[in-house]
């Protein structure tokens, strides 16, 4: 991806302009230092290059923002410039990806370890519950999904104590940013290109992004699986959506590079107008469905009543391609997560013992509260843990004395709440001065970065069509901040150059 002069831009070793500050740690991630003239003259070309090309969000100030594309558009959060970030951190997540795309997989099989790993969490969790409700009619009904399509998000963070790459989470619903993280490659390379004399920077150190084109082929692989011209590719939405533009590259890229149409569509018009044809084709809206793209329903606010739940049992009992399954779904609950990471939980499903301690060498720490000391310890010392419940989409997990009240509290009551949540391992990533852009504005914040890398496994019965890394995001927030999250309002899109 990245021509390898650029590797070593950063380090001492090359004539470096004083602008780049670099070498250092290892897991040092340094962003430039410069002038504060070309500071606003940056801002203001940033600002322009992001509204003429489509870097936007819908603007929560505005009221139908959310709803009509086009209208109340404010430009996405954004890091000024690239972060610099070691190629050896790279080629490691590179090197993961399809380990996890296979992991994933292979779990989503296993419906025994599924059901039995999240039967605690099910009795005091009730959105978990439910998905698990339609997880076993599933294996009632011996239900197969022989085309699976998974569009994954494997996220990390360079622990600065001892400068490993450790796994923060495996996203494996809802995926998003894929298409804005390209937007901000292509900001950032566009800057360096303008100022690259006094950036000293080269554009192409900056690492493509290829997160649009290769979710766009996944969909149309799987589309392609599904053999039906007429079928088109339904993306479940919420109501109110006002990181619409980052859905609207994939699904342009979709129609544009390959010819196949979407709909979009929320839960309740899915219950509304979706039916299944005898064969167990999902017909909506007259429609044929070959792949149901969720960009929703990750989150119990997107079941407001029954209608909801109506519609995901319909869409998981159709034949159409599921992304994800509800099975793909599971597999990406923090709770699996930490049963993955116990002693030889990856033999159960990993067969290469090389790939197993490449997997297990990115798991931070990851522990039950059925684990009394540790719930100890993280009392004594909150800070050095975070507290997750089996939520996706930013702002659900427990820090510091929040943490430790919630633990004291659940442990004085005795109750199985304790199954709801797992303990994690706080990562402390680098710091540095980054520029920081939101809603037109640049504050200059010691922050730390979220590197996550995007996963496209598709597969037909036997076949594995597609098995690869399909693009990054680097999300970079003020150091300040426990909750990270772009959607969620904290985090700003960046983009790496290499060093
Ligand atoms: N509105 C929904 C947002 C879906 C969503 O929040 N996805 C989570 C994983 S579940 C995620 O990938 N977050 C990365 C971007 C961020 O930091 O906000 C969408 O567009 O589909
Ligand atoms: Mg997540």
């Given at each position: 991806l990245v021509p390898a002069k650029c590797a070593v831009v950063g380090t001492a070793q090359t004539a470096v302009p004083e602008t780049v500050v670099g070498g250092g740690r290892r897991s040092e991630q340094r962003q430039l230092d410069v002038p504060p003239r070309l500071v606003d003259e940056l801002v203001e070309e940033a600002l322009v290059w992001s509204s003429q090309h489509g870097l936007v969000v819908g603007d929560k100030?505005?009221?139908r923002s959310g709803k009509a594309?086009?209208?109340g558009l404010l430009h996405a959060p954004f890091s000024l410039l690239p972060m610099s970030f070691p190629k050896v951190y790279w080629d490691q997540a590179v090197e993961l990806a399809p380990l996890f795309n296979d992991l994933v997989d292979r779990v989503s099989l296993d419906g025994d370890f599924l059901q039995e790993t999240l039967a605690r969490t099910k009795e005091v969790d009730s959105f978990t519950e439910r998905l698990l409700d339609i997880h076993s009619k599933m294996i009632k009904l011996n239900k197969k999904e022989e085309v699976r399509l998974g569009l994954t998000r494997s996220d990390y963070m360079v622990d600065g104590a001892t400068d490993r790459l450790l796994q923060v989470e495996l996203n494996t619903i809802s995926t998003s940013s894929n298409g804005l993280a390209c937007g901000v490659c292509e900001l950032h390379r566009n800057l360096i290109r303008q100022h690259e004399r006094e950036l000293g920077?080269?554009?192409?150190?900056v690492v493509g992004n290829t997160a649009i084109a290769q979710h766009a082929e996944a969909l149309a692989g799987a589309w392609v699986e599904f053999n039906k011209q007429s079928a088109v590719v339904l993306v479940v939405v919420q109501a109110?959506?006002?990181y619409m533009y980052d859905q609207y590259w994939i699904t342009v890229a979709l129609r544009e590079m390959y010819g196949v149409t979407t709909i979009r569509k929320t839960m309740a018009a899915i219950e509304a107008e979706g039916e299944l044809r005898p064969d167990g084709t999902l017909v909506v809206d007259g429609l044929p469905v070959a792949v149901v793209y969720f960009r929703?329903?990750?989150?119990?606010?997107?079941?407001?009543?029954e209608a909801e739940w109506r519609a995901r049992l319909l869409i998981e009992c159709s034949s159409a391609i599921k992304c994800p399954s509800i099975a793909y779904h599971l597999v990406g609950t923090k709770k699996i997560q930490q049963e993955l990471s116990?002693?030889?939980?990856?033999e159960r499903f990993l067969d290469n013992k090389a790939d197993i301690e490449k997997v297990r060498k990115c798991f931070a720490g990851l522990w039950s509260l059925e684990n009394d000391s540790i719930v100890m310890s993280a009392i004594e010392s909150p800070e050095l843990f975070v507290l997750k419940p089996q939520r996706e989409g930013g702002g659900n997990n427990i820090y510091s004395d929040n943490l430790r009240e919630t633990l004291i509290s659940l442990r004085n009551d005795g109750s199985n709440e304790l199954a709801a949540y797992i303990l994690m391992q706080r990562i402390f990533p680098p710091a540095s001065l980054c520029y920081l852009v939101r809603e037109g504005t640049c504050i200059r914040e010691n922050a730390v970065s979220e590197f996550g890398i995007f996963g496209a496994y598709l597969r037909n019965k036997d076949k594995v069509i597609i098995d690869d890394q399909c693009g990054y995001l680097m999300r970079t927030k003020a150091s300040s901040l426990n909750e990270g999250g772009v959607v969620a309002g904290y985090a700003f899109l960046n983009s790496i150059f290499l060093t």
């Open positions: 100030n505005h009221p594309p086009g209208v920077l080269n554009p192409e150190c109110e959506e006002r929703a329903g990750y989150t119990p606010n997107d079941y407001p009543s116990k002693e030889n939980a990856l």
